[in-house]
């Protein structure tokens, strides 16, 4: 990367920062080689955040319906690790149970804001106040 130079795709001035991939990708900035998924419209994030937060609760749903129930706060650490190896047909299920007509698989980036939920609660900090 030459001191000034732009990038050959959006023309903004490159630095430091993109200097990650210059030897694949050295005419372009950080911000073009990102790849097309994360780059999306914010719409499109936002209803994939909300058809997470969907399934996300139909998961919660099922936890406290089976016997005994399991807490989704308590126990989101297992429920992250057992999503891992659910297959195409457990993620229709939930995503149709969700309310969702499609008959196609939610895709990989909605599986992991689902499972982005869980591992949020697993990591979250224990709180040990009482109630007054």
């Known amino acids: 990367m030459a001191l000034n130079s732009h990038c050959a795709s959006c023309g903004t001035s490159m630095g430091p920062e993109d200097n990650d991939g210059a030897i694949t990708q050295p005419e372009k900035c950080a911000r073009c080689r990102q790849p097309a998924e994360e780059s999306e419209n914010p719409?499109?994030?936002?209803?994939?955040?909300?058809?997470?937060?969907?399934?996300?609760?139909v998961i919660?749903?099922?936890?406290?319906?089976?016997?005994?129930?399991?807490?989704?706060?308590?126990?989101?650490?297992?429920?992250?690790?057992?999503?891992?190896?659910?297959?195409?047909?457990?993620w229709l299920g939930i995503a149709k149970r969700a309310g969702y007509k499609s008959d196609k698989t939610p895709g990989a980036s909605t599986r992991k804001l689902v499972r982005e939920i869980y591992e949020g609660r697993a990591k979250a900090p224990v709180s040990n106040q009482v109630a007054s």
């Open 43 to 57: 719409f499109a994030l936002k209803n994939r955040r909300i058809k997470a937060l969907d399934m996300a609760s």
């Open 60 to 90: 919660d749903r099922n936890a406290l319906a089976q016997q005994p129930p399991i807490d989704p706060y308590d126990q989101a650490g297992r429920i992250w690790l057992a999503s891992t190896g659910w297959s195409d047909e457990v």
